[in-house]
């Protein structure tokens, strides 16, 4: 796997990599060509890398590659399960399992990613994996059945908003920061400074990902999108725009119409600067461990976030 993210941790990616292959053998024959199938499109490995970054400085250990594919088998269980509900046939430029198998078999396929990955955090010498993975699992889910309930209520807050996607992505990202340092053996100020790093960014991220969901066409974006306002959600761009110009902007987005242009300029301007906001309180959390290897690698995810969130904004 090559990708600039990457760089220096080469080692620990080259490790996760053999570690997730191995797992395949653990679920049943029929199951197998499954996970294969989610491992070969592998994305960039974001929750892992956050691991690997929260705990740099040292060899990748057996630890904190177990770690690391630990959030990321609950990672792809959270996919597959988003692609059911979602109705997405595309991610990462391939076939989801929901439109290859299915969606009752997708739906207990991610359940079976869930049970390894909890499986694994179980036989840690500690308890406190598998209290931070089952923390996560339990509010990811949690996040997905907020929002789902949430679909089609046009009097949704902007506060509820931040609550879905604090569960829903933010505590995967928070968690995945906090097993990256406790398995390195990190002091108690890195694993907090570096866990409230990822929920800063998982926030950051999960506006990013909703802004693409409006704003980039599928062939670029490598997934299904236009799902969010088909389906009833609403996500940072609709809340404001609605507080701006009123809720007819949510029938005409669920139409189809284009956002650049039943959204307003200063909406998009918003909506990026709140996304900003969350770029800088995650990278703010980082001062009181300067110095050490951890921000190096995570201030690379900042910037990358950055840059991406410039290249997708609208031109006025």
């Known amino acids: 796997m090559t990708s600039p993210l990457h760089a220096g941790l080469d080692a620990h990616f080259a490790a996760l990599e053999r570690f997730l292959r191995e797992q395949v053998d653990a679920f049943e024959p029929e199951v197998r060509p499954m996970v294969t199938e989610v491992l070969a499109h592998p994305g960039k490995r974001l929750r892992p890398l956050l691991a690997f970054s929260a705990g740099a ?31 997405a046939d595309t991610r990462h430029g391939a076939d989801t399992p929901n439109r290859t198998h299915g969606a009752h078999a997708a739906v207990l396929f991610g359940d079976a990613l869930f049970a390894h990955a909890l499986m694994l955090a179980a036989e840690h010498t500690t308890p406190e994996l598998c209290r931070i993975v089952a923390r996560a699992s339990r509010e990811v889910c949690s996040g997905e059945v907020c929002q789902t309930f949430s679909r089609g209520n046009d009097r949704l807050s902007l506060d509820d908003y931040y609550r879905h996607i ?26 907090t400074a570096c866990a409230t790093f990822g929920r800063h960014l998982g926030i950051a991220y999960q506006i990013y990902d909703d802004l693409v969901d409006l704003l980039q066409d599928d ?17 940072l761009p609709m809340l404001l725009e609605r507080e701006r110009s009123g809720p007819a902007v949510l029938a005409a987005l669920r139409r189809g119409e284009d956002p650049r242009t039943c959204v307003s300029a200063e909406t998009w301007r918003e909506s990026f600067r709140l996304l900003d906001a969350e770029i800088a309180a995650a990278e703010a959390a980082l001062t009181p461990i300067a110095g050490s290897p951890s921000p190096f690698f995570l201030l690379r995810l900042t910037a990358f976030l950055r840059e991406a969130a410039a290249r997708l904004a609208p031109r006025a």
């Open 57 to 87: 400085g040292g060899e990748p250990t057996l630890s904190l590659v177990r770690g690391a594919a630990i959030v990321e088998l609950v990672h792809l269980a959270t996919l597959v399960h988003d692609d059911v509900l979602d109705g």
């Open 166 to 191: 604090r569960l829903k992505t933010a505590e995967l990202f928070e968690g995945a920061c906090r097993v990256g340092a406790l398995l390195a053996g990190r002091p108690p100020e890195h694993i």
């Open 219 to 235: 062939a670029k974006a490598g997934k299904t999108l236009g799902t969010d306002a088909a389906s009833g959600k609403l996500t």
